[in-house]
């Protein structure tokens, strides 16, 4: 019972990471809108590479969000397959692959934010 208990929580963690990142999933495709109603009208050089820095890290980003999801996803199925085998490492290396993603999402929110304010 107790195996039955752990093997839920493993899956149940698994979903939720997916369903943080479909969020932000949500909160990119809201960055680059942003980013296109902004960006008309300038011309500085400066500000233009910028314009240039977030449009590739938007799309960059969505790709990411997109492989991360593939993975947590397939490591579900494999869980799912075989739940006597041991997915420790694997769940470990999707956390972190989880937590770095979400650090980065993070603070190119914060940086954009900051660059359309000034």
Known sequence: MIAETQHQQVLDEARQWIDQLK??????????NKLYKWAPGKFDRDVLIQIEHYHNQF???QINLHDLKHSIRHYIQEFKFSPEADHSWKHQHLEDQFNFLICDLDQINADFT?????
Not at 23 to 32: A, S
């Open 59 to 61: 799309h960059i980003q």
């Open 23 to 32: 969020n932000y999933v949500g909160n990119i495709n809201e960055l680059k």
């Open 114 to 118: 900051t660059f359309i304010a000034d």
